[in-house]
């Protein structure tokens, strides 16, 4: 069973920036990684989304503030960066990773165990 191992969340001020990271346990070849984040009383929702060879995929809500990157170099782990730049109150939420692998019907989807970011004005 693949983990995903999540870090870089706190708080910080409006205008401010963070970086979450994510690590999976092992390698998972030909996957999309992505990003997604859940306020209070609200649905979970995308935030960006990344496959190797395609251009990342964001929320019009962060075009332009976030940027999603991952690093195949180490071959033993998958690791994807959110980085946020500008952060606005209306960021704050639980962020959680997921990587998702597989045909369209044998896919496997795998959620990491959440990040809280929060962001005062």
């Known amino acids: 069973q693949v983990q995903l191992v999540e870090s870089g969340g706190g708080s910080v001020q409006a205008g401010g920036s963070l970086t979450l990271s994510c690590a999976t346990s092992?390698?998972?070849?030909?996957?999309?990684m992505g990003w997604f984040r859940q306020a209070p009383g609200k649905q979970r929702e995308l935030v960006a989304t990344?496959?190797?060879?395609?251009?990342?995929?964001?929320?019009d809500s962060v075009k332009g503030r976030f940027t999603i990157s991952r690093d195949s170099r180490d071959s033993y782990k998958n690791t994807m960066f959110l980085r946020m730049n500008n952060l606005k109150p209306e960021d704050t939420a639980v962020y959680y990773c997921?990587?998702?692998?597989?045909?369209?019907?044998?896919?496997?989807?795998?959620w990491g165990q959440g990040t809280q970011v929060t962001v005062s004005s």
């Open positions: 990344i496959t190797a060879g395609t251009p990342p995929n964001y929320a």
């Open positions: 092992r390698v998972i070849l030909s996957s999309t």
């Open positions: 997921n990587v998702k692998w597989g045909t369209s019907s044998t896919s496997t989807s795998v």
